[in-house]
Nanobody, 116 residues
Framework: QVQLVESGGGLVQAGGSLRLSCAAS????????MAWFRQAPGKQRELVAT???????NYADSVKGRFTISRDVPKNTVYLQMNSLKPEDTAVYYC??????????WGQGTQVTVSS
């Protein structure tokens, strides 16, 4: 079954940390560049971070230096460590393959709420 399951979100104060996890089907994960996206209320989904199969990473300017993406190949899991959280990081966070042709159905996402 092709699927993505995100977890780890929650309510945190500004300056706090959260670690998100995304369990992916092997058909989505294996050999593909994976990414975390987020969607805030009333806004379009935006790309947050990417990680290649060789673990090269890239980040949106808004999270650079605060977020770290990683992947665990045996577990088909992608992580997003989020530190120094800001209220503007509040959003639903999703993971998927970066390239549209490699994506699976979007999961339910995980809500991150940062209070000021």
């Amino acid at each position: 079954q092709v699927q993505l399951v995100e977890s780890g979100g929650g309510l945190v104060q500004a300056g706090g940390s959260l670690r998100l996890s995304c369990a992916a089907s092997a058909s989505i994960f294996a050999g593909n560049t994976m990414a975390w996206f987020r969607q805030a209320p009333g806004k379009q989904r935006e790309l947050v971070a990417t990680i290649t199969s060789g673990s090269f990473t890239n980040y949106a300017d808004s999270v650079k230096g605060r977020f770290t993406i990683s992947r665990d190949v045996p577990k088909n899991t992608v992580y997003l460590q989020m530190n120094s959280l800001k209220p503007e990081d509040t959003a639903v966070y999703y993971c998927n393959a970066l390239l549209r042709a490699q994506r699976g159905p979007w999961g339910q996402g995980t809500q991150v709420t940062v209070s000021s």
